[in-house]
C-alpha cells in the first residue's frame, strides 16, 4: 500500500509559478512510477506528467512543467512555471509499480492516488 499526500496548491496569476509536491508512504518509493494528473471542473482527468525510469509530459505543459523527484524524501515534485488559466484545475499524484511507456497517461493504469491539491491561474 502507498498512501500520497500533495501540497503546493494555491492562486497565482498567469506567467506566475507553484510548485506542487507530493509524498509518498512506503519503503519501495523509488520502484514506483509516479505521476502527475489534473482535472478542471466538468472535464475528464488527463495527464500532466510522469517520472519513471524515463519522463514524460502532455502536450499542454510541455517546457512550462518539469517533474522531478527525490527518493530519499519519498517526494515527487511538479514546478509549473508560466502558468495559464487553463491550468486551473485539482492536481492529483498517482502512483503505480506496472506501468510502461504505453500507459504511462492512462489514468486507469495507476493504483495509488492522492487526494489532489487545487491550482488555480487568474488571468
Known amino acids: 500500500q502507498v498512501q500520497l499526500v500533495e501540497s503546493g496548491g494555491g492562486l497565482v496569476q498567469a506567467g506566475g509559478s507553484l510548485r506542487l509536491s507530493c509524498a509518498a508512504s512506503?519503503?519501495?518509493?523509488?520502484?514506483?512510477?509516479m505521476g502527475w494528473f489534473r482535472q478542471a471542473p466538468g472535464k475528464e482527468r488527463e495527464f500532466v506528467a510522469a517520472?519513471?525510469?524515463?519522463?514524460y509530459y502532455a502536450d499542454s505543459v510541455k517546457g512550462r512543467f518539469t517533474i522531478s523527484r527525490d527518493n530519499a524524501k519519498n517526494t515527487v515534485y511538479l514546478q509549473m512555471n508560466s502558468l495559464k488559466p487553463e491550468d486551473t484545475a485539482v492536481y492529483y499524484c498517482?502512483?503505480?509499480?506496472?506501468?510502461?511507456?504505453?500507459?504511462?497517461?492512462?489514468?486507469?493504469?495507476?493504483?495509488?492516488w492522492g487526494q489532489g491539491t487545487q491550482v488555480t491561474v487568474s488571468s
Open positions: 498517482a502512483a503505480d509499480l506496472a506501468i510502461t511507456r504505453a500507459t504511462v497517461a492512462e489514468v486507469d493504469e495507476y493504483d495509488y
Open positions: 512506503g519503503r519501495t518509493f523509488s520502484s514506483y512510477v
Open positions: 517520472n519513471g525510469v524515463r519522463t
